[in-house]
């Protein structure tokens, strides 16, 4: 079809590669749910190998679900979101751990900024319960260890995080800031003067 057209369809792939692998995690997210619920599921061929990991991880840290897919939220802090899991979990040195725990299902594996993520779920001060009631997350006694789980095709992996009070403290400043860039009232605009006018030339050369 020519170099243009060859060069503009090279330009979407990154956009394909990662609208796929979203598609493939909000799949993968779903099916996750409905495990740890105990539902029986229908496994697409090409999730097979996730759902096996998802099992595997289930079966091997007991976990126990207290909230699947939990709306959380802070008015002090003014943010909300949706935790994919909170559990009872048994660790591999045989403690038991109250923990707020998310799936990564990314092929490069977890980033750091999972840990802000789960700081803010930690340490908000309500969830949603079955009935669309507000409740004291406080209440549910949470470990500030939370857990990253990468499910892969292949296995998967747990990685504990901090989510104590330092990791949600810069959360909060992050937060901050990203409000005062995107503020729609103008802040930032108030603080941005008018363009000068130009020197007067004559003036420069006295």
């Known amino acids: ?90 660790l591999p040195d045989g403690r038991t751990e109250r923990a707020v725990l998310d799936y990564k299902t990314a092929a490069s594996g977890v980033w750091p900024e999972v840990v802000l993520q789960l700081a803010a779920y930690r340490n908000a001060e309500f969830y949603l319960d079955s009935d669309g009631r507000e409740q004291p997350i406080a209440d549910l006694g949470l470990s500030e260890t939370g857990y990253a789980v990468w499910l892969r095709s292949d296995g998967y992996d747990v990685y504990p995080v901090h989510v104590g009070e330092q990791p949600f403290k810069i959360f909060q400043h992050l937060a ?30 006295v």
């Open 1 to 90: 079809a020519g170099r243009d057209a060859l060069v503009a369809a090279l330009k979407e792939v990154p956009w394909a590669q990662r609208d796929a692998a979203a598609a493939k995690g909000t799949e993968v997210h779903a099916l996750a749910e409905r495990l740890a619920a105990g539902d029986e599921v229908d496994v697409p061929e090409h999730l097979a190998g996730y759902v096996e990991s998802c099992v595997a991880f289930l079966d091997d840290y007991q976990v126990r679900p207290i909230r699947l897919e939990a709306p959380i939220g802070s008015r002090t802090w003014r943010y909300a979101g949706t935790c994919d899991l909170i559990a009872d979990l048994r």
């Open 176 to 205: 901050y800031v990203a409000r005062r860039i995107n503020d729609k009232t103008g802040v930032l605009k108030s603080w941005l003067g008018d363009a000068l006018p130009a020197p007067d030339r004559g003036m420069a050369n």
